[in-house]
Every structure is written in structure tokens, then in C-alpha cells.
């Protein structure tokens, strides 16, 4: 590099001093040791506001977020790490120690990501080399599929059962029959978009029916919210050695899915593993908010209780309305529209409502999700006059 394109502080303090001068400032009133510091103004910005309100004003069911947010004690563990901003090897509140100690498993069991979506492509770099597949079902959370594709891997994705259900037998047969092949099993419990979780038997039969050495991850990201008896978080068989990587979000009961952060509870040779395709992009915010939200057992039990309150008192409407409601164990259900979803969602969005995308090849059920009191009384109140009411006069003529 030649010696005018060299750039030091020293020059640039010099230049800055030149400039201040020539704008009649005496550089020594920014400049001298002591002076206080003011803090920049936020302009306004009408337009941003204008976008702001718009955001807001909508009834946001369509992303199965938890509307009510971090719980004050959250709040304020993230307003204390603030003062941690400006730092790199700053404290980050014991995160990954309270991860650990609220699965009873180890540190070494433990990594951290920006979201449980950051886990599951991590997962795919670390064991879909070498032309690998992933063998999972369809419909489920697609990215874990995208991600496959984007790095010339592949997805082999097998039907749901009439009834909605993952046909863990069809799993374990295609994986068998493909074992060289399979870098690693997915399996999202319960499962996105349908809401219904695999039994713990279920999965017991999946991990002894394939070869023990093909790592299954299992996506727990709405374990929270589960009532089945017959459904049970898949950790302990971590604890037993078993090849199992279960991946968790604090998207969705602890209402931080903005501030990304997630993690994966997987034997310590696998995190070891996955650790060099890891970013360690979180920040200090969250990581004081996460330790604190694991500890707020009231405010998660809150959020739970009126999730559940208001996703079946929702669902029992629509099945008084006629219509099928796919029976769930989530923050969100699915109901079978009987027309394309994406017509149902523009009729919604004119209301000033979002719901979800469509989740080919169910492109008639609809996913809807939890959100506030006032959130599902307009998505009633809607749903009604755009598929009830109007249906009603219809046939009357």
C-alpha cells in the first residue's frame, strides 16, 4: 500500500482538529480530558414511525411467537447486561452452566446458538458431508431441508399419515434401507406445522431401530406446551450415550425469539464436533436474559396455562363453525380451510390480520398461532364474517 493510502488515528485526530477549526470550534472544547459526553440525539424519522405503527397495528398469529415477550425478570437481566455492551470477554451470566444444570447434564454437553435455527444448520454442516442425507418427513420445519440443499446434500422426506402423524416404522426402514448414505435423522417433536408430538415409546423405537452410529436430531423447539401423557423430552437418552442431538429455542414459552438464542444438548464428543461450525454470535443480552428466563418458573408456567386456555377455547369456535381443527400439542394448531391457504391469508391480511404460509402438500390447512386475548378474538371475529357468515347467505339463495 502506498504511503498516501496509510490511515492512523493520529492523522485521523489531526484532520478532525483541522476541520473544527476551520468551522470556528476550538478543538480543545470536543476534545479536552474531562469534558462530559452528550449523548447523541435519535432523529425522527417519520417514515420509520409511520412503519412502526403499521407493524403494530396488525394481529400477528402467524409465526407461533409467544405475543406477551420477555418476562419482567428477563427485562431486567438484559437491562442489567447492557453495561457488558462495549466489552468481548464480558461475564454472560452463567448461561451455558444454567442450561446445564436445568437438564442435569454437563457443561460439556451443552452449545449454544442464535436461535435453535443456528443449531439446526449446524447440525447439517457438521454431519451432512460428503453427499450425506438427511431423512426426515414432510411437511415439518423445512429450513432443517433448505439448509440440506443449499450445501448440495440432500432430503429424503417421507408423507405424513392420514391422520397427520410421523410413521416412525416408514423412518426407520428408509433409513435402514439407506444407511451409507444418512448423515443424520430429523425428527421434529412435536412436530411444525401440525402440532403433534411423537410418543416417548416412539422414539425409543426409532433409536433402536436404526444403526446406532446415524445421529438423530430431534427438534424440541414446543416441548413447553405439550399435554400428551405419552410424550417425553428425548435428553435423557443423551444421558444414556445414545447419538441424539436435541436442539432447544428461547423463541417460543420465553417470548425472546428477536434476540436469538437457542441450544443443542448432545454427547460432549458431538458438541465437540459441531463447535467448529458454531458462529458464537450471541450476545450479552441474551445470554443474561436466557439464564434468567430458566429460572422464572412463573412466568413460564403463565405463559403456558394461557396459551393452552386460549388455543383450545379458539380451536372448540372454529370446530362450532364446521370446520376440522388438527388436534395439537403447541402454540399453534392447524385447521382445514377447504380452499387454498394462500386465498385465505389475503381475505385475513385485508383484516389486518397475519396467519401462516402454506405448508405444501397440506395447502389447504391453515396454520394459525397463539397470540394475545385480543390477538384470537379478532382472528375470530374475522374468520367468522369471511367463512361463516358468508358462507351461510351463499347457500341461502
Given at each position: 500500500m502506498g504511503e498516501d493510502r496509510k490511515f492512523t488515528r493520529r492523522h485521523f485526530v489531526g484532520g478532525a482538529a483541522a476541520a473544527l477549526g476551520a468551522l470556528g470550534i476550538s478543538p480543545g472544547s470536543v476534545l479536552a480530558e474531562g469534558a462530559p459526553r452528550r449523548r447523541p440525539t435519535v432523529p425522527r424519522l417519520p417514515a420509520l414511525e409511520q412503519e412502526r405503527d403499521d407493524y403494530d397495528a396488525l394481529a400477528k398469529i402467524n409465526f407461533n411467537e409467544n405475543p406477551y415477550g420477555p418476562s419482567e425478570k428477563v427485562m431486567e437481566a438484559m437491562q442489567f447486561a447492557f453495561k457488558y455492551s462495549m466489552r468481548y470477554g464480558y461475564p454472560d451470566g452463567g448461561i451455558t452452566q444454567a442450561i446445564a444444570d436445568h437438564h442435569g447434564v454437563a457443561r460439556e454437553n451443552v452449545l449454544l446458538g442464535a436461535g435453535s435455527g443456528e443449531i439446526l444448520e449446524v447440525v447439517g454442516l457438521t454431519y451432512l458431508d460428503a453427499d450425506k442425507m438427511v431423512v426426515g418427513v414432510e411437511p415439518s420445519y423445512g429450513s432443517v431441508y433448505s439448509h440440506a440443499s443449499g450445501i448440495d446434500a440432500e432430503a429424503l422426506l417421507l408423507p405424513l399419515e392420514p391422520d397427520h402423524t410421523q410413521n416412525i416404522g416408514r423412518m426407520i426402514d428408509a433409513t435402514r434401507r439407506n444407511a451409507r448414505d444418512v448423515g443424520f435423522v430429523y425428527l421434529c417433536n412435536p412436530n411444525n406445522p401440525t402440532g403433534l408430538p411423537v410418543s416417548a415409546s416412539d422414539v425409543r423405537d426409532l433409536l433402536d431401530g436404526i444403526p446406532e452410529d446415524i445421529p438423530v436430531l430431534i427438534d424440541e423447539a414446543y416441548h413447553h406446551f405439550v399435554e400428551d401423557a405419552g410424550y417425553a423430552t428425548s435428553i435423557p437418552h443423551v444421558l444414556e450415550g445414545r447419538r441424539v442431538i436435541v436442539a432447544r429455542t428461547f423463541s417460543k414459552i420465553y417470548g425472546m425469539a428477536a434476540m436469538r438464542l437457542g441450544y443443542a444438548i448432545a454427547p460432549a464428543d458431538m458438541v465437540r464436533?459441531?463447535?467448529?461450525?458454531?458462529?458464537?454470535?450471541?450476545?450479552?443480552?441474551?445470554?443474561?436474559?436466557?439464564?434468567?428466563?430458566?429460572?422464572?418458573?412463573?412466568?413460564?408456567?403463565?405463559?403456558?396455562?394461557?396459551?393452552?386456555?386460549?388455543?383450545?377455547?379458539?380451536?372448540?369456535?372454529?370446530?362450532?363453525?364446521?370446520?376440522?381443527?388438527?388436534?395439537?400439542?403447541?402454540?399453534?394448531?392447524?385447521?382445514?380451510?377447504?380452499?387454498?391457504?394462500?386465498?385465505?391469508?389475503?381475505?385475513?391480511?385485508?383484516?389486518?390480520?397475519?396467519?401462516?404460509?402454506?405448508?405444501?402438500?397440506?395447502?389447504?390447512?391453515?396454520?394459525?398461532?397463539?397470540?394475545?386475548?385480543?390477538?384470537?378474538?379478532?382472528?375470530?371475529?374475522?374468520?367468522?364474517?369471511?367463512?361463516?357468515?358468508?358462507?351461510?347467505?351463499?347457500?341461502?339463495?
Open positions: 464436533r459441531m463447535q467448529a461450525y458454531s458462529t458464537g454470535s450471541t450476545n450479552a443480552l441474551v445470554k443474561w436474559g436466557g439464564a434468567a428466563a430458566l429460572a422464572d418458573t412463573e412466568s413460564e408456567q403463565w405463559v403456558r396455562e394461557t396459551t393452552l386456555r386460549l388455543r383450545k377455547r379458539t380451536t372448540r369456535q372454529l370446530e362450532d363453525f364446521g370446520y376440522e381443527v388438527i388436534p395439537s400439542d403447541c402454540n399453534f394448531f392447524m385447521v382445514d380451510m377447504r380452499r387454498p391457504v394462500q386465498e385465505v391469508s389475503r381475505a385475513f391480511r385485508e383484516r389486518d390480520i397475519l396467519v401462516g404460509r402454506p405448508f405444501p402438500p397440506m395447502l389447504e390447512h391453515l396454520r394459525v398461532s397463539v397470540g394475545t386475548e385480543e390477538e384470537m378474538d379478532r382472528f375470530l371475529e374475522a374468520f367468522e364474517d369471511l367463512f361463516v357468515t358468508r358462507t351461510s347467505s351463499r347457500s341461502g339463495r
